[in-house]
């Protein structure tokens, strides 16, 4: 049974255990397991849970999201079948604006949730009666156009961490020293995993990846060379590679210690945008551009949106506002958090890339 599974025992105490008896676990397992429980068996958005998401914030970043797949679908020729995915989706509220507005554009697809939380699909369901659920992207029937949407979806993937250590690479694992969860460098070589030009790195040198993002993006990337169809990924990253441990944990919207109390707070990393173009490009789709949240927000005309909300009501043109800045500004979300684009091979480019 897994340690996820067993909810009714502190995660904290079946990682110390185990630790106790195999020896140190990898980060990658330590941050699956956690984030596992963690979204098992609770709603973690709002002022009342750990974080709050653009969709929270404000109707017009779901909105503008709806029209862009409203217009790739329209200049592509209308498809009469395709479907709408979201990977992650939350409390629902992303797919309900987006679907709302695309349908003012006769966009009315399928909708299809990849949703693995229990908690969350209860929420999901009261705002999208009419979605099926899937525990996994392989479960989405393969057979027509694809418009999927992921936001902050890659960055809850587990990680793994390579370290270059005096002789040679390790992989970065997690021990239990004195009651406390400790990173430690494992003993194996990894020097065959470090990319070629990397391998003469100085030590100390930390390479992060995300395997669980990479088939994601390969999966994604696929359906679209076979089928058709648009993508959009919205996560806080970088647009280049970079190295450096971004390993991190939110809970009551602070950053807290990641190796304290596993499986109790968000635990996620920065996506590395510039290996997830490469994967999708390998795996047939068209990149159409990786460009900061806020940018991109402007380009699809939020700064519209939201006077045409502040004239119909007057009394929250404040709280627009103000929304808009949180969304669109580079001190705020509009800078640390990235929009990338992917098509099908033959469908038109994007706004806003």
């Known amino acids: ?31 699956g397991e956690a984030n596992a429980r963690y979204y ?14 653009a969709p929270e914030i404000s109707q017009m970043f779901g909105e503008l999201i709806g029209l862009w797949l409203a217009d790739m679908w329209l200049r592509a020729g209308r498809p009469a079948h395709v479907r709408y995915v979201e990977l992650g989706p939350g409390r629902g509220t992303l797919a309900r604006d987006a679907l709302r507005a695309a349908g003012r554009a006769g ?40 418009l999927l949407v992921a936001n902050e979806f890659l960055d809850a993937l587990p990680v793994r961490q390579i370290v270059k250590a005096q002789d040679g690479w390790r992989e970065r ?6 009651g406390r969860f400790v990173p430690v460098i494992g003993a194996r070589p990894m020097d065959a995993a470090v990319p070629e030009a990397w391998r003469d790195a100085e030590p100390g040198t930390l390479i992060e990846t995300c395997p669980g993002a990479a088939a994601a993006m390969s999966e994604v990337a696929g359906r679209l060379a076979r089928h058709g169809g648009a993508a959009l990924f919205i996560d806080y990253g970088h647009a280049e590679f970079r190295t450096g441990s971004t390993f991190q944990a939110v809970r009551a919207h602070s950053k807290v210690d990641p190796f304290v109390a ?46 045409a909300l502040a004239a119909h009501a007057p009394h929250q043109a404040a709280a627009v506002a103000a929304a808009k800045e949180r969304l669109v500004s580079p001190d705020e979300m509009g800078a640390l958090f990235k929009v990338m684009g992917l098509a099908a091979p033959d469908w038109p480019d994007g706004a806003g890339f």
């Open 40 to 53: 098992a068996a609770r709603d973690p958005l709002g002022g009342a849970g750990d974080f709050v998401t």
């Open 107 to 146: 966009l009315t697809p399928e909708v299809h949730l990849v949703e693995a939380s229990a908690a969350l699909r209860a929420v999901q369901k009261a705002a999208l009666p009419q979605a099926q659920w899937h525990h996994d992207l392989a479960s989405v029937p393969d057979d027509a156009p694809v």
């Open 1 to 31: 049974m897994s340690a996820a599974r067993r909810a009714d025992e502190p995660l904290s105490a079946i990682f110390a255990r185990l630790i106790a008896t195999t020896g140190p676990i990898s980060l990658q397992h330590y941050m």
């Open 173 to 178: 694992m997690v021990g239990h020293e004195d």
């Open 262 to 307: 596993p499986g109790e707070a968000d635990l996620t990393a920065l996506v590395d945008f510039a290996t997830m173009a490469d994967v999708a490009q390998a795996h047939g789709a068209r990149w159409l551009g990786t460009t900061p949240q806020g940018e991109w927000l402007r380009a699809l005309g939020i700064e519209a949106r939201a006077a």
